[in-house]
C-alpha cells in the first residue's frame, strides 16, 4: 500500500491523473447536455408512451445518484429507469382511490403494469437517449467546435501508449474488440509496437448483443502471432487485406496502404511478441443494470469436478463457443523412507502428499462450438421491476424446495436413518443367531463412526488439542452422515449379495474352503463400491482412487484379523469356528477396510490441516515483519529491535501512521492468538515455523505478542468497529484467552535469542 501511495505521488503520475480529471469534468458537461436534451424533446414523449407524469430530470439529483462514479449514458439510463418506476408506483397508488375500473379499464392497467415489469434501462437508452446529439459526448464536443477539450482527448493511439509507458516500467494493456475488425487490430498492435499485451477475445456484453462476427478472423490472427511463423503471419494479414478490398468500406485505400505497409515490415511485427506472447483475455463487462444482465467470472469445466462438469454440460448452462487448453499438473516429493510407494496409484496423494494444480498450456483461445468455458453468472437472466405490488397475487404458489430448507441436524439424521434401514433389515433377515440379527447393523455402524470420528480428531490434533476446542469440534457431522448414508448399502452388497449369493451359493467358496478368495473379492467389491459412490458425491478422483485402493491394502488385514479370532475362539474351546467366522466374515472385512482407511485418511487429514496452517500463519508472519519494517522507517534513530519494547507511546501517539501501524500489528497477533486456541494443528506448526525465523524476526515476534496484554487499548479497537457492530463475542473470546495465550507462549517459545554482531563474533 505505501509503495502505491508513493507510486500515486510521483509528479508524472500526478500530472497524468489531473488530466484524467478534466476528462471527468468535461464527461460531466456533456452528460449534462443529455440530460437537458432529454428534458427539452424527449421527456414529453417518454410521457406520452408509457403514460406517466415525470417531471424533468434534475442535474444535481443526477450526479448525486452517480457519485462516486463517473457521468456516462448508461448511467443517466439507470436515472431514468428510476424515475420512470417511481412514477409508475404513483400512478399505481392513485387508482386505489379511484372507482372501481371497468373490464376495459382494467385491461388497460394491468398491460400498464405489465409493461413497467418488464421495462429495462436498454429500453429507455434506446428509444430516448441515442437520437440525442449529445448521445456520444465525445462526437458533439467535435459538432459543437469545443475549444477546451482535455489534452488526454486529443492524444492519439500511440501517444496515448506512450504517455502510460512512461509511468512505470511495468504496464499492461489490454485492446477491448467491441467494433473492431481483423484490420482494425493487427493495424493497432503494429502501431503499438508490443506494447499492447492482451487481446480480449471474448467479452460477455459483446456475446449478449451478438457483437461476435469479428471475433473468429481475430483469433486466427492472434494464434499466427503467437506461433512465430512469418509465412502464417502474413497469409493471414494478406488475407485481411483481401477482404478489405471486397470490402465496401470508405477509407478502403488507407487501410490497402497500411496493410501493404505491415506486409513489408511482417517480421518486425512477429518480433514485437517473440518474448512475451499476446495474451488473451476474457471478460464479463458487468457494467451498469442492463435486463440482459449476466454475472462476473469464469470457469474452465476440465478443471472442475466430474459431477459439476456433468451437470453444466447437459443443461449447456452458460457455455461459451471458447476453448482453452488446460493441463493438470502433479507434484510428487521424494519417497525418502518407503520409496515403493511411489508407485501405489491413489495412495502416492495420501502418503507422499502429492499436489496437484492446473495450468494453462498456451496463452490462445480456441474457437468452436465446443467450448469448455463457462461464465459463472446467469447470462440472459430476466428481470422484472418491482412495482410494490404482491407478487404472489394471482399466481400459483411456488414449489418448496424442502431438502434444502431442513435444519442441517435433520437432514443429517435422516440421512443416517436411510442408511440404517437397509442395513438393519439385511441383518435381521438373513442372520439366524439374535446377536448378528438385532446388532449387527449397530456394529456395522459402529466400525464406521468410531473410525470417522477418530481420524478426524487425530487428524486435527485432537489428543494434544487447546484447552479452547471440544473433541468433537474436529468433526465434520455432515461428511459422517454422509459416510454412514452409503456405509449402510454397502451391507446387502457385501454380508448377502458378494458373500452369501456369490461366493457361497454360486461357487461355494466359505471361510471352510477358501478364506483368502472370500475376503479378496469381498475387499474387490468394497473397493469398487466405495470408488463409485465417491465418484457419485463429487469427490476428487484422486481421493476416489485412494478408496478403491485402500480396500486391496485391507486383504491382509482382515486375513491376520480373521486368523487372531480364529486363534482365541479355539483356544476358549469354541467349537465350528470356521462357521462362526463366515457368519462374521462381512463385519470382519468391514472393520480391517476401516482401520486401513484409517490410517490412510487420518494421515491424509493430518496433512492438510498442516498445509492449511502453513498458509495461514505464513501470511501472518510476513504482514507482522513487513509492518513491523515500515514501522522501523519511522523511527531511524532508534534500535531496530527495540521499538516494540514500550508500546503505549506508540499505541497513543501523535503520528497517525504510527497509531495505524500498530493497529495492524495488534490485528495480526489477534489472528494468531485465534489461530493458536481454535485451529487444527496450528500450535504445532506456529512452534516449528517459529524455530526456523531469522533471530531478529523471533525478537520482533515476542515483542508483537506482548501487545495483547494492552487489554483497554485492544477493547477500544472492538469497541470502536474493528470487526464492526457485532464484537461482543470476539472481544469475549480475546479477553478469556489471552492470558492463557500468552503464557503458553512463553513456556513453550524458546528464550530470546542473542543477536550475533561483529564485536561478539571478535570477542569470541
Not at 65 to 77: R, V, Y
Not at 327 to 338: F, G, I, Y
Not at 478 to 485: I, K, N, V
Not at 528 to 550: D, E, K, Q, V, W
Request: hydrophobic share 40%.
Amino acid at each position: 500500500m505505501e509503495s502505491f501511495l508513493c507510486f500515486l505521488a510521483e509528479p508524472p503520475v500526478s500530472r497524468f491523473m489531473e488530466e484524467g480529471k478534466a476528462v471527468v469534468r468535461f464527461k460531466e458537461k456533456y452528460a449534462l447536455n443529455l440530460l437537458e436534451d432529454f428534458n427539452t424533446s424527449k421527456r414529453e414523449a417518454l410521457c406520452r408512451d408509457l403514460g406517466i407524469a415525470l417531471p424533468p430530470l434534475d442535474p444535481e439529483a443526477f450526479l448525486k445518484f452517480i457519485s462516486p462514479g463517473q457521468p456516462s449514458a448508461l448511467f443517466m439510463g439507470e436515472y431514468l429507469h428510476g424515475l420512470v418506476l417511481a412514477a409508475a408506483k404513483e400512478t399505481i397508488a392513485a387508482w386505489e382511490d379511484q372507482p372501481a375500473p371497468t373490464p376495459e379499464e382494467e385491461k388497460q392497467r394491468q398491460t400498464f403494469i405489465s409493461r413497467m415489469e418488464e421495462l429495462n434501462v436498454g429500453e429507455l437508452i434506446a428509444g430516448y437517449l441515442e437520437s440525442s446529439p449529445f448521445f456520444d459526448m465525445f462526437q458533439s464536443a467535435l459538432l459543437c467546435a469545443e475549444t477546451q477539450i482535455p489534452s488526454h482527448l486529443t492524444l492519439d493511439f500511440k501517444e496515448m501508449l506512450t504517455a502510460v509507458s512512461q509511468l512505470h516500467h511495468s504496464f499492461r494493456v489490454t485492446l477491448n474488440l467491441e467494433d473492431l475488425g481483423p484490420a482494425d487490430v493487427v493495424e493497432l498492435l503494429y502501431d503499438g509496437q508490443g506494447r499492447i499485451s492482451r487481446l480480449e477475445i471474448i467479452n460477455l456484453k459483446n456475446f449478449i448483443t451478438d457483437q461476435t462476427d469479428n471475433i473468429a478472423s481475430v483469433n486466427t490472427l492472434h494464434r499466427a502471432i503467437n506461433e512465430g511463423s512469418i509465412l502464417k503471419l502474413k497469409m493471414v494479414v494478406r488475407k485481411i487485406g483481401q477482404d478489405v478490398m471486397t470490402s465496401g468500406a470508405p477509407d478502403k485505400e488507407d487501410r490497402l496502404r497500411k496493410l501493404t505497409e505491415i506486409l513489408y515490415d511482417i517480421d518486425s511485427l512477429k518480433a514485437m511478441y517473440a518474448v512475451k506472447p499476446l495474451k488473451s483475455r476474457i471478460g464479463s463487462d458487468s457494467t451498469g443494470k442492463p435486463s440482459r444482465s449476466h454475472g462476473m467470472g469464469f470457469a474452465i469445466i476440465d478443471t472442475l469436478p466430474p459431477r459439476v462438469a456433468g451437470q453444466i454440460r447437459r443443461n449447456a448452462m452458460n457455455i461459451l463457443p471458447a476453448r482453452m487448453q488446460v493441463c493438470r499438473r502433479t507434484t510428487t516429493p521424494p519417497a525418502r523412507h518407503l520409496p515403493l510407494l511411489r508407485y501405489l496409484p491413489g495412495i502416492r496423494h495420501l502418503v507422499l502428499r502429492e499436489t496437484t494444480d492446473w495450468v494453462m498450456e498456451s496463452q490462445t483461445v480456441e474457437m468452436g462450438e465446443q467450448g469448455n468455458i463457462v461464465s459463472l453468472g446467469r447470462v440472459f437472466r430476466k428481470i422484472r421491476n418491482d412495482l410494490g405490488r404482491d407478487p404472489q397475487k394471482g399466481k400459483k404458489p411456488a414449489r418448496t424446495r424442502l431438502w434444502s430448507d431442513l435444519n442441517s441436524k435433520l437432514k443429517n439424521t435422516l440421512k443416517i436413518l436411510t442408511g440404517f434401514i437397509p442395513a438393519f433389515l439385511c441383518f435381521a433377515f438373513t442372520k439366524e443367531w439374535w446377536l448378528l440379527a438385532y446388532l449387527g447393523a449397530f456394529i456395522w455402524f459402529g466400525i464406521t463412526g468410531v473410525r470417522n470420528v477418530l481420524q478426524s480428531v487425530i487428524g486435527g490434533g485432537g489428543i494434544r488439542r487447546t484447552s479452547q476446542l471440544k473433541w468433537n469440534d474436529f468433526v465434520s457431522w455432515d461428511r459422517l452422515a454422509d459416510s454412514l448414508l452409503f456405509t449402510g448399502f454397502s451391507v446387502p452388497l457385501l454380508d448377502w449379495v458378494v458373500k452369501s449369493l456369490i461366493l457361497e451359493k454360486t461357487f461355494a467358496i466359505t471361510m471352510t474352503t477358501s478364506p483368502t478368495i472370500l475376503y479378496t473379492v469381498m475387499a474387490v467389491a468394497n473397493g469398487i463400491y466405495l470408488f463409485s459412490h465417491n465418484m457419485f458425491r463429487g469427490l476428487p478422483r484422486s481421493a476416489a482412487t485412494g478408496n478403491l485402493f485402500r480396500s486391496i491394502f485391507s486383504i491382509p488385514v482382515a486375513i491376520l484379523l480373521s486368523g487372531s479370532i480364529s486363534a482365541i475362539l479355539t483356544l476358549v474351546g469354541v467349537p465350528a469356528v470356521d462357521m462362526v467366522l463366515q457368519k462374521w466374515a462381512a463385519i470382519i472385512s468391514k472393520g480391517a477396510s476401516d482401520c486401513v482407511a484409517g490410517i490412510i485418511e487420518g494421515a491424509a487429514e493430518r496433512y492438510h490441516n498442516i498445509k492449511l496452517r502453513k498458509r495461514d500463519i505464513q501470511m501472518k508472519f510476513s504482514d507482522l515483519f513487513s509492518t513491523y519494517s515500515r514501522l522501523a522507517q519511522l523511527f531511524p534513530q532508534s534500535e531496530e529491535l527495540k521499538i516494540l519494547e514500550q508500546a503505549k507511546p506508540l499505541l497513543s501517539s501523535k503520528n497517525s501512521e504510527v497509531r495505524d501501524l500498530m493497529v495492524v500489528i495488534t490485528i495480526n497477533c489477534l489472528d494468531l492468538l485465534y489461530f493458536w486456541m481454535y485451529l487444527p494443528r496450528a500450535k504445532t506448526v506456529m512452534m516449528n515455523m517459529f524455530d526456523n525465523l531469522l533471530p531478529e524476526e523471533k525478537i520482533i515476534f515476542r515483542q508483537a505478542q506482548h501487545l495483547l496484554s494492552q487489554e483497554r487499548y485492544i477493547a477500544g479497537l472492538f469497541v470502536d468497529g474493528i470487526l464492526g457492530h457485532n464484537f461482543n463475542r470476539p472481544l469475549s473470546f480475546y479477553l478469556t484467552t489471552h492470558r492463557t495465550y500468552l503464557s503458553q507462549i512463553t513456556a513453550l517459545l524458546p528464550e530470546e535469542p542473542t543477536i550475533e554482531t561483529d564485536e561478539n563474533r571478535h570477542g569470541a
